[in-house]
């Protein structure tokens, strides 16, 4: 397994949209599967936010992306956000979340940025057990979720 940013495998763009249309599609109310393409399109970076990642098992078939972003909660002043986290059921429990966290982490500090921040209301486990701090917790759009940063 080996994690790459989205740039360089700009034919998974779509599978990436898939996902996370699939999965957080509540979240942007209004958003069609199109117009999350071309916003993933936009993630193609290295050297500036927004930077989305892909994991890549051996045969270099995606199972799992991440993503850097500036915002994330609407109105929210802080950033930037680790966001769209996401694995392949079939390969989940083998640590290619962690290891996408931690590719975002290190482009963060890349970055300059010396605090990150994420909400999440599936997995704070995950992420605690990552050196990852709670924060508040909130409603945000039907969802009772976590907010949690990390010094970097
Ligand atoms: C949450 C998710 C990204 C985890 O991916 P993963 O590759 O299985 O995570 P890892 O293997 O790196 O897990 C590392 C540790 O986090 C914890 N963890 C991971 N998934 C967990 C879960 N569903 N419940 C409780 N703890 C979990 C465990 O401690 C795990 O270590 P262990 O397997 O040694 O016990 C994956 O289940 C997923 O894509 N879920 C759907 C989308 C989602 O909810 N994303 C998070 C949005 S913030």
Do not use: C
Not at 22 to 51: C, F, S, Y
Not at 110 to 129: I, K, Q, V
Request: net charge neutral; proline share 6%.
């Amino acid at each position: 397994m080996k994690i790459a940013p989205l740039v360089e495998r700009p034919d998974l763009v779509a599978q990436v949209a898939a996902w996370g249309f699939a999965e957080w599609g509540h979240l942007n109310p209004g958003e069609t599967l199109e117009q999350r393409v071309v916003r993933i399109r936009g993630k193609m970076n290295v050297d500036r936010i927004p930077v989305a990642f892909v994991a890549l098992d051996d045969a270099d078939d995606i199972v799992g992306t991440a993503s850097l972003i500036f915002d994330d909660l609407e109105g929210d002043p802080r950033n930037p956000w680790l966001a769209s986290v996401f694995v392949l059921p079939t390969h989940r429990r083998k640590g290619i979340a962690s290891a996408l966290v931690r590719a975002v982490e290190a482009t963060a500090r890349r970055l300059g940025y010396s605090r990150l921040y994420l909400f999440t209301s599936t997995a704070p486990d995950l992420y605690a057990g990552l050196g990852w701090r709670p924060l508040e917790r909130r409603d945000y759009r039907g969802e009772h979720i976590q907010v949690m940063d990390r010094m970097l």
